[in-house]
Nanobody, 119 residues
């Protein structure tokens, strides 16, 4: 099972990006998926999460600017990030609790994607 984050890049302040987190492998189901970010010299920070049923939760720092969504049929989770500020610059990671079979589940981290906000 693998998680892969993508969609990062260089964007100007006030711009937007759409990040994607793709899960692949032998997957029975995916429970809660979260996005985190880590800026240079800082600890990893929680950004947003979405449950299998679609309930969402956001960090105060991104409420109203970021939107998390998922496509269960495709094992994909998206993070639309907008009104970007330089302080949003970080490596963005996704994390998921993945059910491998009715008796086994695991917690997985994806390789991060770099988001750089700069003019």
């Amino acid at each position: 099972v693998q998680l892969q984050a993508s969609g990062g890049g260089l964007v100007q302040p006030a711009g937007f990006l759409r990040l994607a987190c793709a899960a692949s492998g032998s997957i029975f189901a995916i429970n809660t998926v979260g996005w985190y970010r880590q800026a240079p010299g800082k600890q990893r920070e929680f950004i947003a999460e979405i449950t299998r049923g679609g309930t969402t939760n956001y960090a105060d720092s991104v409420k109203g600017r970021f939107t998390i969504s998922r496509d269960n049929a495709k094992n994909m989770v998206y993070l639309q990030i907008g009104s970007l500020k330089p302080e949003d610059t970080a490596v963005y990671h996704c994390n998921a609790e993945i059910i491998l079979n009715p008796f086994r589940k695991g917690n997985y981290w994806g390789q991060g994607t770099q988001v750089t906000v700069s003019s």
